[in-house]
């Protein structure tokens, strides 16, 4: 079956290193997102994909940076992180156009100290 | 660009009652709207999708949302709550540029 998959499901770091949360589908879709959620604000988006080598700033972009260099895989990389930065980020994917839905992966617990 | 917005962030009823959750969008064009399930320290979960073929549209677990154009609503129910129901509810469209914006959640709690 396809899947999204996410890793690591759980990561602590530091205030001031380089994180970089992966992400993996296997759907073949173009469209691929990266979400954060914290309490009260929901799902935020932080960038998204429509195809290789193509990205895009969502509305909660500074920094964060993604990279698409080929279908599979956005990973998302935290520049040097924040404590602000202190949250649980889904990845997600979709095919093109109309009504089709996003699929999700489970989600990676950061945590900076 | 299209939203949501979700009414009430925590909804609490009793098991065997009515489930209503609200979603209002906002659009001048018909929408892609969608209602996602989220289940302790999970990733979401469709549970049903709004088609345009119908304004009554049924999802998984007994769910069902009905789209009302005039209101610009799309909430969400179920006829009788189960235990199993409690977790956080998303409402979310689909831009004309393939973009997702979700609301901002409302957590269902199932009273015993």
């Known amino acids: 079956d396809a899947e999204i998959t996410q890793s690591p499901r759980h990561k602590i770091t530091e205030t001031g290193r380089q994180v970089t949360l992966a992400c993996h589908q296997t759907w073949n879709h173009n469209n691929m997102f990266w979400y954060r959620q914290d309490l009260g604000h929901g799902l935020r988006l932080i960038h998204y994909s429509y195809g290789v080598q193509d990205t895009n700033k969502g509305e909660v972009s500074d920094g964060y940076s993604v990279s698409r260099s080929n279908t599979e895989d956005l990973p998302l990389t935290l520049e040097s992180a924040a404590s602000s930065q202190t949250s649980v980020y889904f990845c997600?994917?979709?095919?093109?156009?109309?009504?089709?839905?996003?699929?999700f992966g489970q989600g990676t617990r950061l945590t900076v100290v | 660009a299209q939203s949501v917005t979700q009414l009430g962030s925590h909804v609490s009823v009793s098991e065997g009652a009515l489930v209503l959750l609200r979603c209002n969008y906002s659009?001048?064009?018909?929408?892609?709207l969608f209602w996602y399930v989220q289940y302790p320290n999970q990733g979401l979960q469709l549970l049903l999708k709004?088609?345009?073929?119908?304004?009554l549209v049924k999802g998984i677990n007994g769910f069902e949302a009905e789209f009302k154009k005039s209101e610009t609503s799309f909430h969400l129910t179920k006829p009788s709550a189960h235990m199993s129901d409690a977790a956080e509810y998303f409402c979310a469209v689909r831009n004309r540029d393939d973009k997702i914006i979700f609301g901002k959640g409302t957590r269902l709690h199932i009273l015993p």
């Open positions: 709004y088609t345009s073929a119908a304004t």
């Open positions: 997600a994917s979709s095919a093109r156009g109309g009504n089709t839905e996003a699929f």
């Open positions: 659009s001048s064009v018909p929408p892609y």
